[in-house]
């Protein structure tokens, strides 16, 4: 059994898809599949720790020796991510039932289940599989099924989110299919790290620039970097509030770890970052995607809008993080990976509660929640505050780390950069902090009660996970420190 | 030089084509279309790849000594699946938009989101001074 | 009371938390409550003299919680400047609270639960600042400070309290974010650790013109110290009620400003460094404008509480020209001016504050002639104005005195000539107050509500009636400025301990 975890990862959430049709009654199928989230959870834990303690974990499907066959390959960066994943996903679940009661019609309830099992199957499958095209692959059931998660939203804007997220995101897949495909020609493996060995020996040929362009531009369309950013603010902001709280937390993340994969695992990173000018293009987009989305985030109305525009910004410090191209600043990127879920799913879990007895997240109808709905607003001013970086909170520990990795490269304007930046956060969550606590409800506005429990539950162990790991950063800094030090080559 | 990379040429103009139609054309079905032309040539181009000159269709049976390589084939099967897959979803999306915008048309589309989204910005301010 | 000093140092931080949680289930029972914060600040008041005592007799204390990150730890020590910190800020809470209750009955504010809590989070908060261990302790409890006080800024609820509010959150949490963070962390690259150390921790081989950039950010960075142009918040802040203005603005909230200045110039930099590197000077003269400005615009204040403030921001420029100039004189008298401005201000704080409740005025030019209904409040505005001017018989004498030799020390003749004409200015703002009050009869009487300040308007709906019957502020109150005022006279008559614990700072740990 225990040697069949990383497949078993996988295929429990996509098995549990088709079972969640036979069940009836929502509730059933509400409960089998936070099983379902539960069990992938408890394989994330367990493969992270054998991965620490055993090293890398090579699983071939159906016994086909790699490169021939496919392999699973869990190392530390993977193991940390799946335990992401399934983490939020997981947390998230708690409160789906209480959620889509609102806001998905009841016929509706048994397919939003087996989507979002489908879209978590895809992401784990993502991370797990060691074969290029088998990524391509899972990327496209997992984005199909958001393509419909997201349709699923009350607003009919939900349906023009969905359609132009399908379009950039096929465009962005496709890409990522034709880099793949180039590499096979190029190489004749599939395997990545086959492809790694391979690849320096042709790195000097156009048809390896061109596939690499491919790849990357493909990656950066579906981790929605500034400028290819488009689709992600509409999409989060009509999807249901539960695939908000889910995507934003997971779904940018994953293609981030495919972009590390890519350009540290299989194209190497003297090819990625010495031959060719991502170094700079890395540091210039990221840099312009913090102030331009973090000024977009300023002016929104819609408070998911803030907080989608907020997320396009992280990502920027993310990429910040990896155009250092150092073990720091890749321990910083892999950090923020971890600390920007745990912020993000808590903040967009709240602002379901606030849907669910609102109706709406207009910035106006905020006023005077901060008495109606003491709890929910105090997790989004706790989660606000570790999006801006204040001690105590995760995001002051990704940003110390993001801050000594442009120091020990000696980049001082950029680190001067990144703290104004994070100053535009300061005034996009405090004009939510201000209308909840300090402004009047409006006139017509009916008094509303604080959000159910199940909404508060997942609320707050989000929460504290996140002054938890803001204090206690063993575990996530030794598991970032030490995929990142493996990413390197260096062991640790 | 050119003939010889003859299916080269039509993968890129395929490209092309379908990525302007997606791109220029606001009529939401045609974008659809413009995405599977632009899927298409990605297929050829897997295709083309897996030939080997002289090889036929990779079937084991008796004197064929040279066969194209099967597995871009089947890489490709399953890229055609995904494609078809994403195509029905377009046109399904397409067909709840039509039932919620009445247009496919993107201009008419956006044009109604803004009024949208003017009107709730409206009802936001005017609550702000009530 | 046999706990060790280990667990007395972290009671000081604990026992505030602790309050908030008394003071939040004693929610609907104001007296309860008020018992509550008063037996807090009693007992922090004991806990923190006792630690007083275990210093004098030369003990070292160090207590490690965790490590945040490697070597990144929260942990606390007890050395004489903070000492000095702590002692002044939990006794002044003690008075602050006594006042408080006076101010805020009288003055029927909303929302005093969530009063009285931000209040002890900050206290405590202050206690992590003053006994912090290593420069990142300290950088988490200033943080603190500025959220905790953001809710106590914005009081009132009003749209002029929410702007003050923006203000101060924007400008603190922006230098600290921007430039003290950059600071500490550029301080951490260089060196490898944060931890205060005797004698600073560069090598002395330090590039100067980086060490030198990371002095100026320090500076900048430190925002609660409001060193030119990052001052606004503090005039800003006024909108908040007086008690807030007392304690925080005029003393905890600034201090902690000046107090993480004199920590970094001292512990971080070390006075030796210090003296050589090229923005010293520049920084001086910085803080030199500050002073002169500051106290120019105080002049043209009419708003008594708006005057406080900017005299608050020129006192500020003293401390930190202080403990800039590098000599053990400048930081001598720059901590005895923390505690000898501290009582000096907050008197002045409580006395307008007391004004405001009793006789609902807050502009200068219509206290004229109050002396005769509110004598005790004038003439303890009277003695605290001579401390912060720094004139005998009050405390603020010694702390000028040392900073003015400090600048002949190190000839910096032009500084000196700066606090000479500052200290002049201040007698020009300050002293005309009580003796208008006392020697001059009231102005033609103008009843129309929009002379008087938003603050009162709702209460001095009757103007004409509260013009006749104006007494002095209430007892608890009256109290509280009677005690500040005797500080600022005691302090002239036995500076001994103060000047033992500022003579301290640069013996301890060697």
């Known amino acids: ?492 | 030089m050119i003939i010889g990379l003859f299916n080269d040429w039509v993968v890129v103009v395929l490209m092309m084509i379908g990525l302007y139609i997606v791109i220029a054309h606001g009529n939401l079905i045609k974008k659809i279309v413009g995405l599977a032309i632009f899927q298409t040539s990605v297929f050829i181009l897997y295709i083309s790849m897996a030939n080997v000159e002289g090889g036929s269709a990779p079937i084991l049976a008796e004197g064929i000594k040279q066969f194209s390589n099967p597995l871009p084939h089947v890489l490709i099967l399953t890229a055609i699946v995904v494609g078809v897959a994403t195509t029905a979803l377009g046109l399904a999306l397409v067909v709840r938009i039509k039932e919620a915008y009445g247009s496919i048309e993107e201009e008419d589309i956006q044009h109604l989101d803004n009024k949208t989204q003017d009107e709730t910005e409206i009802q936001a301010t005017e609550g702000d001074q009530s | 009371m046999n706990f060790s000093i280990e667990v007395m140092l972290q009671l000081t931080i604990v026992i505030p938390l602790l309050t908030i949680v008394g003071i939040i289930l004693a929610n609907n029972r104001p007296n309860i409550r008020e018992g509550i914060t008063i037996s807090a600040s009693i007992l922090l008041l004991f806990i923190v003299t006792s630690l007083y005592q275990s210093l004098l007799s030369g003990k070292n204390v160090n207590v490690f919680w965790w490590d945040i990150m490697p070597n990144l730890s929260i942990s606390f020590s007890i050395e004489p400047l903070g000492m000095l910190f702590a002692l002044i800020a939990s006794f002044l809470w003690l008075i602050t609270t006594f006042y408080a209750i006076g101010y805020m009955r009288s003055h029927q504010e909303e929302n005093q639960t969530r009063f009285y809590s931000c209040f002890a989070l900050a206290i405590s908060a202050v206690m992590g600042i003053a006994f912090s261990d290593n420069l990142f302790t300290l950088f988490v409890f200033y943080e603190v400070l500025t959220l905790s006080t953001y809710p106590l800024v914005t009081h009132a609820g009003t749209e002029k309290a929410k702007q003050g509010g923006r203000v101060y959150l924007g400008i603190l949490l922006s230098t600290s974010i921007a430039f003290f963070l950059l600071a500490i962390a550029g301080t951490w690259f260089i060196t490898g650790t944060l931890d205060f150390k005797q004698g600073g921790i560069f090598n002395p081989d330090v590039d100067k013109a980086i060490a030198g950039a990371l002095l100026v950010l320090f500076i900048f960075g430190i925002g609660k110290a409001a060193i030119m142009p990052f001052h606004r918040w503090l005039p800003a802040a006024m909108v908040a009620p007086t008690p807030v203005s007392a304690l925080l603005h005029a003393v905890a909230v600034v201090k902690a400003g000046v107090f993480t200045i004199l920590k970094v110039c001292v512990f971080i930099f070390g006075l030796d460094l210090l003296a050589i590197l090229p923005t010293t000077q520049f920084l001086l003269y910085l803080a030199g404008a500050s002073v002169l400005l500051a106290s120019i615009v105080a002049m043209r204040q009419d708003n008594l509480k708006a005057r406080l403030a900017y005299s608050t921001i020129s006192q500020l420029g003293y401390i930190t020209i202080g403990a800039l100039l590098a000599t053990s004189s400048g930081v001598i008298g720059s901590s005895m001016h923390i505690a000898t401005h501290a009582f000096g201000k907050i008197t002045l704080f409580f006395c307008a504050g007391a004004i405001l409740v009793a006789a609902h005025k807050s502009k200068i030019s219509e206290m004229r002639g109050l002396g005769r209904q509110m004598p005790l409040t004038m003439i303890a505005f009277f003695i605290g104005s001579l401390s912060i001017i720094g004139v005998p018989p009050t405390g603020g004498t010694w702390s000028k005195w040392f900073l003015l030799m400090g600048t002949i020390e190190t000839e910096q003749w032009i500084l000196m000539v700066v606090l000479m004409i500052s200290s002049l200015l201040n007698i020009a703002y300050l002293l005309p107050i009580p003796f208008h009050a006392f020697f001059s009869n009231p102005l033609p009487e103008k009843h129309d509500a929009s002379s008087s300040n938003h603050e009162s308007v709702d209460l001095a709906s009757n103007v004409d009636q509260s013009q006749v019957q104006i007494k002095e502020a209430p007892w608890p109150s009256l109290l509280a400025i009677g005690i500040t005022t005797f500080g600022c006279l005691f302090l002239f008559i036995y500076p001994q301990p103060l000047f033992d614990l500022a003579t301290a700072i640069l013996a301890s740990g060697q």
Not at chain 1, 148 to 170: C, P, V
Not at chain 1, 459 to 471: E, H
Request: glycine share 6%.
């Open chain 1, 1 to 492: 059994m225990i040697s069949h975890l990383p497949i078993l990862q996988v295929i429990v959430p996509l098995m549990a898809a088709p079972i969640c049709l036979l069940l009836k009654r929502s509730q059933l199928v509400w409960l089998f599949s936070l099983f379902a989230s539960a069990i992938a959870f408890i394989i994330s834990v367990l493969l992270l720790q054998q991965v620490m303690t055993s090293g890398v974990i090579s699983y071939e499907l159906g016994g086909w020796e790699a490169p021939w066959g496919i392999e699973y390959r869990i190392d530390k960066l993977n193991a940390f991510l799946l335990l992401i994943i399934s983490a939020i996903s997981t947390v998230v679940l708690i409160a789906a039932q209480t959620s889509i009661e609102k806001e998905i019609p009841k016929e509706k309830h048994t397919l939003f289940y087996i989507l979002y099992l489908l879209s978590l199957t895809g992401m784990l499958g993502i991370v797990s599989t060691g074969d290029a095209f088998n990524v391509f692959v899972f990327l496209e059931i997992s984005s199909l099924s958001a393509y419909a998660l997201i349709a699923l939203g009350q607003d009919r804007r939900a349906l023009w989110a969905s359609y132009q997220y399908l379009i950039m995101g096929t465009i962005g897949a496709t890409f990522i299919l034709i880099g793949i495909g180039l590499m096979y020609q190029m190489t004749g493996t599939l395997n990545m790290q086959d492809l790694s060995q391979r690849l320096p020996e042709v790195a000097q040929t156009r048809t390896v620039f061109t596939a690499f362009a491919f790849v990357i531009v493909g990656v950066c369309l579906k981790l929605a970097l500034f400028p290819l950013h488009l689709w992600l603010p509409n999409a989060y902001a009509y999807a249901p509030s539960i695939v908000t709280a889910f995507f934003a937390a997971t779904a940018t993340k994953v293609a981030i770890y495919l972009l590390i994969r890519f350009t540290f695992t299989v194209f190497g990173l003297s090819f990625s970052f010495t031959t060719l000018p991502l170094q700079g293009l890395f540091l210039l987009l990221g840099l312009t995607g913090i102030f331009v989305a973090s000024s977009a985030a300023i002016y929104q109305n819609n408070v998911k809008h803030v907080f989608a525009y907020s997320s396009i910004a992280q990502v920027g410090y993310i990429i910040v993080g990896l155009s250092t191209s150092t073990i720091t600043g890749l321990t910083a990127t892999l950090l923020h990976l971890f600390n920007h879920a745990l912020m993000k799913s808590a903040i967009f879990l709240a602002l379901g509660a606030v849907v669910y007895r609102l109706g709406n997240v207009q910035l106006s109808s905020f006023n005077g929640l901060g008495r109606q709905m003491p709890l929910t607003m105090a997790a989004i001013v706790i989660g606000g505050l570790s999006l801006i970086g204040v001690p105590l909170t995760v995001g002051f520990v990704s940003k110390w780390y993001l801050l000594t990795a442009l120091l020990e490269k000696g980049w001082w304007p950029v680190a001067i950069l990144i703290l104004l930046g994070s100053l535009l956060a300061v005034i996009y969550v405090w004009r939510i902090v201000e209308a909840a606590y300090f402004k009047k409800p409006l006139a017509d506005s009916v008094p509303v009660k604080e959000a159910p429990l199940f909404f508060l539950i997942p609320i707050w162990l989000l929460i504290t996970a996140n002054i938890y790991f803001g204090i206690d950063t063993r575990l996530s800094l030794q598991v970032a420190s030490a995929a990142a030090q493996s990413l390197f080559g260096v062991s640790p």
